[in-house]
């Protein structure tokens, strides 16, 4: 099991980006996704979490209004639209997958420890 992402970079305050994670999993259908992002010096931050009938969405906090995240099953891939960045945004992004059956990722789906696969990360760096 493999998941790459990719898209981070280093842009202004108020601009956007889109982050994408491909993941080389069987059955990529029956995997809830999620994205992470750590800053220096601080814990792992949930992002934005989608399930994997794709009908159940959520986000932390200090992304809602922001971020949105979809995922494309044909071609195994969840990606994270960022808009309105801000310099407290920069941070290594993470994706990951976890089995999540029903709709448990909306009561579990923040909680990193439950996923079981994880992508390497992307850097994503705002200026103000």
């Known amino acids: 099991v493999q998941l790459q992402a990719s898209g981070g970079g280093l842009v202004q305050a108020g601009d956007s980006l889109r982050l994408s994670c491909v993941a080389s999993?069987?059955?990529?259908?029956?995997?809830?996704m999620g994205w992470f992002r750590q800053a220096p010096g601080k814990a792992r931050e949930f992002v934005a979490a989608i399930s994997y009938t794709g009908d159940q969405i959520f986000y932390g906090d200090s992304v809602k209004g922001r971020f949105t995240i979809s995922r494309d099953s044909a071609k195994n891939t969840v990606s994270l639209q960022m808009k309105s960045l801000e310099p407290d945004d920069t941070a290594v992004y993470y994706c990951a997958a976890g089995l999540f059956p029903g709709k448990t990722i909306t009561t579990r789906g923040r909680d990193g420890s439950k996923y079981a696969y994880w992508g390497q990360g992307t850097q994503v760096t705002v200026s103000s």
């Open positions: 999993i069987r059955s990529f259908e029956a995997y809830s």
